[in-house]
């Protein structure tokens, strides 16, 4: 059975190296770690590009493959693996380069894992659990493991996808800017799950299954959750609620969950499934981080207008969610490097982002029209928690306006949002 397996996944292997490749953010990041002793583990939701990620990596060398989301491999046990070895040389020879896709469902699958960089294989794993992974890595594969973290298509990847390309020369001209807000758009509310972006699927009905599915793999069936139906409907609610304040106590009211350490629990589930990210208030306190309420965002847009209940969702929100993923992309960590923030007048800024103990920036996302009330508004803030933060890098986005204005000695950059999307990735940009 297991030689059939892998003979059939041989072929799938094939197949998959001679599609159409957009290139990713990360390639050069892959690469680079590509020949270290270090086993290569590619984190990211279902369906984001994590295999097809992982395979042009290894294109251009002999690699074996092997693929554990069957359901046949659930039960597998270690003199399964030494079988599983077995096949996987008879199919593919003296190989030492291994790309094994959906590693978790493996039962052990650290010690699997463990046992064949002692002998000497480079590695390269995919999961989509981040958290799970990151417990086991750290219990099992600690300083031996190099995490690259695959989401679905910043918009640099998306525009490639397309088949875009903006001439910086030629940005302000109205033909030029009217298609790249019209992919902006697009962008703002399917989002960048690949397949959504390069195929001709119906954004809402693609989304809305995977969703679905995604709840039932990597929440309902993985952590055995009883009452399936609640967790569903906590996905729903935190999704319909993206860029919003939450607290356990009121969504344990609101939905008539069980506890509040169930509540939480289920919460956790969701982010490990990269369903929902949670960012704290920032403080230099934990104690009042932990007692402030959090605020979510999705993954991808494209699940907020997939499971929208309301007609349309807001259009600031969906910036809003736009900036807190591209920050995530950029490798600001939520709830240690990504925060929200209010002042002591209680004027909220959107994100701080800081790097160790050094505040880099703050932001605030604006979609309406900057007249002059939203400019004082959004420049008061910046600026009263400019002076409690102890940073001048100050940030409005915007949807397609651009200007910069001197306040109290400060500089507020007024900038487009795509404008910064496509911005380095390299930490924040002034």
Not at 182 to 206: I, R, T
Not at 322 to 345: D, H, I, S
Request: hydrophobic content about 40%; overall charge neutral.
């Amino acid at each position: 059975m297991q030689k059939d397996i892998v003979l059939n996944q041989k072929r799938q292997k094939e197949q998959l190296l001679a599609v159409e490749y957009v290139p990713r953010t990360q390639d050069q990041f892959g690469k680079k770690w590509l020949d270290s002793s270090l086993i290569k583990v590619v984190l990211g939701p279902r369906r984001a590009g994590k295999s097809v990620y992982s395979l042009m990596l290894l294109k251009d060398r002999p690699f074996m493959y092997f693929n554990f989301d069957e359901e046949a491999m659930a039960t597998m046990n270690a003199t399964d693996t030494h079988e599983l070895m077995k096949e996987l040389h008879a199919a593919y020879g003296d190989v030492k380069t291994i790309l094994f896709d959906e590693i978790q469902n493996l039962p052990n699958w650290e010690l699997f894992a463990n046992r064949l960089h002692r002998e000497g294989y480079n590695l390269v794993l995919t999961g989509s659990n981040a958290n799970l992974l990151s417990k086991e890595l750290a219990t099992h594969l600690t300083g031996r493991h190099m995490p690259i973290e695959i989401l679905p298509f910043d918009f640099d990847e998306f525009l490639r996808a397309k088949k875009f390309t903006l001439d910086p020369q030629y940005a302000s001209l109205p033909e030029q800017r009217g298609m790249l807000l019209n992919l902006m758009e697009q962008y703002l509310h399917n989002g960048g799950f690949p397949e959504v972006v390069v195929s001709n699927l119906d954004p809402k009905d693609y989304l809305q299954v995977l969703f679905d599915a995604l709840l039932f793999k990597d929440v309902v069936k993985r952590h055995k959750v009883k009452f399936s139906t609640k967790v569903s409907v906590l996905g729903s609610h935190l999704i319909n609620n993206f860029a919003s304040l939450y607290t356990t106590r009121k969504l344990l009211d609101i939905l008539d969950l069980k506890s509040a350490t169930t509540t939480e629990k289920y919460i956790n589930y969701l982010e490990e499934a990269y369903l929902i990210f949670s960012i704290s208030r920032y403080s230099h306190q934990s104690s009042y981080r932990i007692k402030s309420p959090r605020k979510v965002y999705a993954v991808d847009n494209g699940f907020v207008t997939a499971k929208a209940i309301q007609h349309s969702p807001d259009r600031g929100k969906l910036m809003e969610n736009l900036v807190f993923m591209e920050l995530v992309k950029r490798g600001f960590e939520p709830e240690r490097e990504l925060f929200y923030y209010k002042t002591r007048n209680n004027r909220e800024i959107d994100f701080v982002v800081k790097k160790e103990i050094e505040v880099l920036g703050l932001y605030q996302v604006c979609y309406e029209s900057v007249n002059q009330a939203v400019e004082d508004r959004e420049a008061k803030a910046l600026i009263e928690a400019s002076g409690e933060l102890k940073t001048d890098n100050l940030t409005v986005l915007t949807w397609d306006e651009e200007r910069e204005i001197k306040r109290n000695g400060k500089t507020i950059q007024f900038k487009p949002l795509w404008k910064w999307l496509l911005e380095s990735k390299s930490g924040i940009n002034t």
